[in-house]
């Protein structure tokens, strides 16, 4: 099975920025279908925040695209998402995920969630 740690969150003003961390243990970031940053607001549904592929291509939803950048640390099998320039909007909880990743003890390919690390940006 694979794990997927999540670390960075916190309470933040806007304008402000914050990292997220991302580790999968149990299975390599870069052996995956993508890797992706999901949030969910209260009220709301999940939403993609943004994706990076095994190769390294890269999507954005609008709402974040020039604010936020996913990127592999590749020596911690981490993902990482830098928030810069955060908005009162970007409040949720924000979900490591690990779309076809290959678990190391079996060479098979499975989906993953993280437990969720939450942001909050005050006005």
């Known amino acids: 099975q694979v794990q997927l740690v999540e670390s960075g969150g916190g309470l933040v003003q806007a304008g402000g920025s914050l990292r997220l961390s991302c580790a999968a243990v149990g299975g390599n970031v870069r052996l995956s279908n993508y890797m992706g940053w999901y949030r969910q607001a209260p009220g709301k549904e999940r939403e993609l925040v943004a994706l990076?592929?095994?190769?390294?291509?890269?999507n954005y939803a609008d709402s974040v695209r020039g604010r936020f950048t996913i990127s592999f640390d590749v020596a911690k099998n981490t993902v990482l998402l830098q928030m810069n320039s955060l908005k009162p909007e970007d409040t949720a909880a924000y979900y490591c995920h690990a779309n076809k990743i290959l678990i190391t003890a079996t060479g098979s390919p499975a989906n993953y969630w993280g437990q969720g690390t939450q942001v909050t940006v005050s006005s």
């Open positions: 990076i592929t095994s190769g390294g291509a890269t």
